[in-house]
T-cell receptor, first 114, second 113 residues
């Protein structure tokens, strides 16, 4: 399995601002993903972070709101732009090692927007 | 489209008793199936996975799950729960060759002393 870290672990932000979340993996991985977990809810895939190309977004999520970067095979960032209270959630990154179908998750970033 | 249903939102079980969490999935081809556990304030930890072969799979922490194609189910079991098993459990399905994981709504397990 991969060891995944996320920064920050939590943050409280004002509406209208933006927050960038970092995800670092201890080994090179082909696939990285970003998920959102709204309070008391399950996980929803935001996008697949593609190395060297634009991210692939799921229905209901757009690049202007959730820009993603993937500069190399061990690092990705997710920005939550122009935040509103509805963006209060836990944001998790995950990786899929090339050898398997399972995904491993980071500890998450708990975001509160006031 | 793939989907996952976890019929039980909450389950309360006594410490030492057995536990079974239900998971039903909808997927057109052979699915990849997973169970994850999320302890309070933590990320998700993979408990076990099913890709193919033996339909009874063993995982970490004494958990096992059984794949039943005819029932489109992948139920999770543990013979004797410990207080540390109190957490939220998520079932997920993915395409054999694809990337996306679709998660069920989760089942919160409470363990009584």
């Amino acid at each position: 399995s991969a060891v995944i870290s996320q920064k920050p672990s939590r943050d409280i932000c004002q509406r209208g601002t933006s927050l960038t979340i970092q995800c670092q993996v201890d080994s090179q991985v082909t696939m990285m993903f970003w998920y959102r977990q709204q309070p008391g809810q399950s996980l929803t895939l935001i996008a697949t972070a593609n190395q060297g190309s634009e991210a692939t977004y799921e229905s209901g999520f757009v690049i202007d709101k959730f820009p993603i970067s993937r500069p190399n095979l061990t690092f990705s960032t997710l920005t939550v732009s122009n935040m509103s209270p509805e963006d209060s959630s836990i944001y998790l990154c995950s990786v899929r090692p090339s050898s398997g179908g399972e995904q491993y998750f980071g500890p998450g970033t708990r975001l509160t927007v006031t | 489209a793939q989907s996952v249903t976890q019929p039980d939102i909450h389950i309360t079980v006594s410490e030492g008793a057995s536990l079974e969490l239900r998971c039903n999935y909808s997927y057109g081809a052979t699915p990849y199936l997973f169970w994850y556990v999320q302890s309070p304030g933590q990320g998700l930890q993979l408990l076990l996975k099913y890709f193919s072969g033996d339909t009874l799979v063993q995982g970490i922490k004494g958990f096992e799950a059984e794949f039943k194609r005819s029932q489109s189910s992948f139920n999770l079991r543990k013979p004797s729960v410990h207080w540390s098993d109190a957490a939220e459990y998520f079932c997920a399905v993915g395409a054999a060759a694809g990337n996306k994981l679709t998660f069920g709504g989760g089942t919160r397990v409470l363990v009584k002393p």
